[in-house]
């Protein structure tokens, strides 16, 4: 059975992350989902050299994470006639919170952090720290995806690999799949015959979609090859050239969150 975690930490992100849990229960065969809105206790954005510490500070900042944590149950509940369970909120460190439930989890679903400090700080955790299979959802959902699947690939990607074991069950239910080969790109590779391999076995025989970048950023070409050849998720791996590399020159992974646009799971 597939675990999901889905974490809901804002109202504007929440109806995508319960979209794609519904399409994930649909389309992924037995599917466990815990739906989970980690509630914090302190204001993580207090500085204590340049304000003072006041009850009333506390009781506002409290006051603001039970409103949201109220409207984001309210808004799961609007889904349960999809499946999907009550949302679980758990206070404490969000960081902590978030560790132990993704030690239970196959595959964790967290919307793009376009610009949204918490969830950044959250891919970090997961991707980073806890080498956890991530699904991000971009701000507008596709009322379904994983029809068709496209795979980026480089050499020893094995972050790609091990990210693709995490969707096994939704290859084997899409009904195509598309190996993505940068011909020109510095970390061009050969076909991975034994993915190939595997995915015939399971009758789901994938195609090879060879580009030139052209003069694209990796991930620009990544996202445009994808749409290209039809595909409504793509899977590729996460920081693979080192994080500081990626924030430094801006790597592919960097340039996918930024433009990102289809659902994309990833994987260090």
Do not use: Y
Not at 48 to 75: C, G, I, S
Not at 175 to 197: C, V
Not at 228 to 242: K, P, Q
């Amino acid at each position: 059975m597939l675990r999901v975690l889905a974490l809901l930490t804002e109202t504007a992100t929440a109806d995508q992350i319960l979209s794609a849990s519904a399409c994930l229960l649909a389309q992924a065969g037995p599917t466990a989902i815990t739906l989970l809105h980690p509630l914090a206790q302190s204001d993580p954005d207090f500085m204590p050299t340049e304000e003072v510490h006041t009850a009333r500070t506390d009781a506002r900042f409290a006051a603001a994470q039970q409103a949201l944590a109220v409207e984001l149950a309210q808004r799961a509940d609007a889904w349960r006639q999809s499946g999907l369970p009550s949302l679980e909120i758990r206070a404490g460190a969000p960081e902590q919170i978030v560790t132990a439930a993704a030690r239970e989890a196959d595959l964790i679903l967290l919307a793009a952090p376009q610009g949204d400090a918490d969830a950044r700080a959250l891919l970090d955790l997961l991707l980073l720290r806890l080498a956890k299979p991530v699904l991000l959802l971009p701000r507008q959902m596709p009322h379904s995806f994983a029809q068709s699947i496209a795979i980026a690939w480089s050499d020893a990607d094995n972050a790609a690999a091990r990210a693709i074991g995490a969707v096994q069950a939704l290859l084997r239910a899409c009904q195509r799949a598309t190996i993505l080969l940068g011909t020109d790109s510095p970390h061009a590779a050969p076909p991975p015959q034994a993915l190939l391999d595997s995915l015939e076995a399971a009758g789901r025989p994938a195609r090879l979609h060879e580009f030139a970048l052209a003069g694209r950023h990796v991930g620009t070409a990544l996202l445009a090859e994808a749409h290209a050849v039809g595909a409504d998720f793509l899977v590729m791996g996460a920081f693979t050239h080192g994080r500081l590399r990626e924030i430094l020159f801006g790597g592919a992974t960097a340039e996918v969150l930024r433009q990102l646009d289809l659902p994309v799971l990833m994987q260090h």
